[in-house]
């Protein structure tokens, strides 16, 4: 099978819409957002044996590569239009090609979000996409928006993806049942995109959960140059946490919750008085969100994220609990 056969087979894309006006098979793909609206563009790299496990499922893997990075839009409230795929592959294995290309455009077909080009070499296996979305002026949700007394929110649970990892690096005991329900969490992300769409124009800054909540938040932090603390007892008995992660030993359930990677959840910040349009934009995406602190001003020489007990004192970390970020070069 040449270069233009697999790309033929695997990742010719039927789904037509109006703001594709030409997809694969070209020099370049046409792209025609609706007038006056804004493109929002995002590149995420998947690498084998750094992202994911060389062994993953194939599907998995395929739906993943996408999801981060609808995640991405979602993130800043913008509508899936397009992308495109940048794929090295060791060898052109047809049945690892099916079956990565059916969670790909499955996902892709789901949030109607075309394939219109890419670009396919053989190497280490490797995959780059590229997400174009659309919003209208101003009302992206951007990382510096916070602002003093913004309510501090997340969308569904955070922590069963590292739950997952951990249990299939074999650092964790995780008994199977526990396994097979995070593992969904960590290989077959949910973007929450129908949720940044509702909440579009109600909220002010919005990241998405990668790297872990300490992370994400921090970077929101540092865009809008404040503080936030965080009700950490309230946020582990509340349903941003499920039962799984919950039962954990204090330090691995901070571990997961704080700093746990690969949720693919929402971080965002709201003034208090929309705290009822956030609840209905919440229902009507079909995403539970939890209020789990609020914005201060910065604290010169303390860190950005105060991590407060019921009684609103500073609260040490148990022993054990892992709360730096993931960086890739840190
Ligand atoms: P060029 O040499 O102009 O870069 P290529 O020969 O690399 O074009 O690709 C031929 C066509 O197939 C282009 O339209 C490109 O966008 C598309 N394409 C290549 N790889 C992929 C892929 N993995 N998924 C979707 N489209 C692809
Ligand atoms: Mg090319």
């Known amino acids: 099978m040449g270069e233009f056969e697999l790309i033929r087979r695997h990742f010719q894309h039927p789904l037509r819409r109006s703001s594709v006006a030409l997809g694969n098979g070209d020099d370049c793909a046409l792209l025609a957002p609706a007038p ?4 929002a563009v995002s590149t995420d790299m998947l690498v ?3 992202h994911f496990l060389p062994d993953v499922d194939p599907e998995a893997l395929g739906h993943k590569a996408l999801a981060v990075n609808l995640s991405d839009l979602a993130a800043m409230g913008a509508r899936p239009l397009a992308c495109t795929l940048a794929l090295a592959l060791p060898a052109a294995d047809d049945a690892w090609l099916a079956a990565f290309a059916r969670g790909l455009l499955g996902l892709a077909d789901a949030h ?19 997400v ?28 069963d993806a590292r739950l997952a990892l951990e249990g299939l690096l074999g650092h964790w005991p995780v008994p199977p049942r526990v396994l097979a329900r995070t593992r969904a969490r960590l290989e077959r992300p949910t973007p929450r995109v129908a949720l940044g769409l509702a909440l579009q124009g109600q909220i002010h800054a919005c990241a998405d959960v990668s ?21 950490v007892p309230a946020l582990l008995a509340s349903a941003a946490v499920s039962d799984d992660v919950r039962a954990l030993p204090p330090e691995r359930a901070w571990t997961c919750v704080l700093a746990g990677g690969d949720d693919y959840e929402l971080v965002f ?5 929309a705290r009822a349009r956030v609840q209905a934009a919440a229902q009507a995406a079909a995403t539970p969100v939890t209020r789990i602190g609020r914005l201060c001003p910065a604290r010169p020489g303390e860190a950005a994220v105060r991590l407060l007990d019921a009684q609103q004192r500073p609260l ?8 730096g970020g993931f960086d890739h070069f840190g």
């Open 112 to 130: 109607r979000c075309a394939l219109v080009g890419g670009d396919t070499t053989a190497g280490p296996l490797n995959l780059c996409l590229t």
């Open 316 to 323: 040490e970390p148990p022993a054990g609990a892992q709360l």
């Open 211 to 231: 790297d872990g909540l300490l992370g994400d938040l921090g970077h929101i932090l540092a865009a809008s140059r404040l503080g936030a603390e965080l009700d």
């Open 48 to 50: 084998a044996g750094r």
């Open 36 to 39: 006056g609206m804004q493109l």
């Open 132 to 159: 174009f979305g659309e919003v209208p002026p101003g009302r992206a949700a951007r990382r510096d928006a916070g602002r003093v007394g913004d309510d501090v929110y997340v969308s569904g649970t955070l922590g």
């Open 269 to 273: 910040t709201a003034p208090p008085d």
